[in-house]
């Protein structure tokens, strides 16, 4: 059985880097954001068409990725509840069909990136000014899907080393009473 871990937070909160530091630490597959390579090719002018393309492409690749996986690990640097409160952020709200799909998707572990980190600017991030707001909107979301996720803060190393701690956590077998 694959235990699968996602990484979600606000823009320069270090998902990206963090998820590749976990996924080298435990030697298994990275399934990278689809959002940011879109971006990178498109440009930022999203619309909801674009968003749910998107939101698909991030499924593809985490669908390709999933047989990869090593050692009971896949690493997902985003999901669609990412996906969806981006859209919220470009659009005012989340076409219906992110909506439903985030719904129906499961993870074992949501690592949730606190602000508690410089913003970074690059060609890409757009809401310096709304990442409470959307640490806050994803902690909602977390929260009402009944999503089993903790929260991520600290340096860059202290980040890397409590998610090490909480992905080990869940890949430990269960103790048989």
């Known amino acids: 059985m694959i235990k699968k871990v ?9 998902k990206s880097t963090l998820a590749r530091r976990l996924a ?35 499924l593809f690749l985490e669908e390709q990725a999933l047989p990869n996986a090593r050692h009971g690990l896949l690493i ?3 999901d669609l509840l990412v ?16 909506q439903k799909w985030a ?9 949730l ?5 410089p913003w970074i600017n690059d060609s890409i991030r757009l809401f310096a000014d709304r990442r409470q707001w959307h640490f806050d909107r994803l902690k ?8 089993p996720y903790v929260i991520i803060s600290g340096d860059y190393e202290q980040r890397f080393r409590q998610a090490i701690r909480e992905i080990e956590a869940i890949l430990k077998p269960e103790t048989i009473l």
Request: proline content about 2%.
């Open 6 to 14: 996602v990484l979600v937070g606000p823009e320069s909160t270090g």
């Open 113 to 117: 990136l606190n602000t508690d980190v």
């Open 140 to 147: 909602a979301l977390l929260e009402e899907q009944q999503r």
């Open 24 to 58: 080298e630490h435990f030697n298994t597959v990275l399934v990278e954001e689809y959002g940011r390579i879109y971006c990178e090719k498109f440009g930022n002018d999203c619309d909801a068409m674009d968003h749910c393309h998107i939101a698909a492409g991030q």
């Open 83 to 98: 996906t969806q409160t981006f859209a919220e952020l470009y659009l005012g709200q989340s076409p219906e069909l992110i």
């Open 103 to 111: 719904a129906s998707q499961f993870y074992d572990l949501y690592l």
């Open 76 to 78: 997902c640097d985003t």
